[in-house]
């Protein structure tokens, strides 16, 4: 998409990259071949997964929780850079399909499971983790966008009610000193999410910004840490 596209416009595009046919059943990132299932937001049409796949601090010997887990590259990554154990949770059950099916792939089964969830909803209470990472559809959409399929979940976060959730649940699923990362870009709302962090008693420290040349122009990805104020 283009930064000049509206929303209806990008949706429209979307259509394709959920169903088209000529799509490949297989792609290559990180050096490693992965499945895709149609109906699942392909990794490749940005850099967005390859630059957070490799800058995110995965907790070795420990947790790490992936929300919008998609075709699992970063979840697998997880386990395959030390995690010892990974939970990845999409609202997407093509999404959750095609991350079991990349950890099997990539002989990490035992480690990372894949839940179908609306956020945390799908964890067990007590459930916590070391980190908490969500790579976020950070293209800003007024509240009566309408997601006409899951796939528009992966690009649109309409009112960013989706990361004011995400924010304000994190803190019952953390152990003690556990991190809580963002994946965003900046395209995104950002004035927009420091109010949301602010609502959630936490503040947003940038800990990378990668700059990557694509059929767009230059986009500007950013890993954030969220910490209690």
């Known amino acids: 998409m283009t930064v000049e ?13 959920l169903a088209g046919d000529d799509l490949p059943d297989t792609f290559t990132l990180l050096g490693r071949e992965w499945s895709l299932h149609r109906g699942v937001w392909p990794s490749t049409l940005s850099a967005a997964t390859e630059v957070m796949a490799s800058v995110v601090p995965y907790p070795r010997d420990g947790s790490f ?19 010892a154990s990974v939970t990845a949770l999409d609202i997407n059950e ?5 991350t ?39 293209t800003y959409v007024e509240d009566g966008f309408a997601l006409s399929s899951d796939i528009h979940s992966a690009v649109f976060d309409p009112g960013y009610r989706g990361q004011a959730r995400y ?14 990362l963002l994946g965003t870009a900046h ?30 122009g230059v986009m500007e990805y950013h890993l954030l840490e969220l910490r209690t104020r």
């Open 187 to 216: 395209l995104g709302d950002r004035e927009r999410l420091d109010v949301l962090a602010g609502e959630a008693g936490l503040r947003i420290d940038m800990l990378r910004r990668v700059r990557r040349i694509e059929e767009v």
């Open 65 to 83: 929780l992936e929300v919008g887990c998609g075709t699992g590259v970063i979840a697998v990554t997880a386990a395959l850079s030390g995690c």
């Open 167 to 180: 924010l304000a649940g994190a803190h019952e699923h953390l152990t003690d000193g556990g991190r809580l």
């Open 100 to 138: 079991v099916a990349n950890a099997e792939r990539h002989g990490v089964g035992d480690r990372v499971r894949a839940l179908h969830s609306d956020m945390y909803t799908a964890l067990d209470p007590l459930s916590r983790f070391d980190t908490i990472f969500w790579n976020v559809p950070w």
């Open 94 to 98: 093509k999404a959750v399909a095609n």
């Open 5 to 17: 596209e509206s929303p209806e416009d990008v949706a429209r595009a979307l259509q394709h990259a």
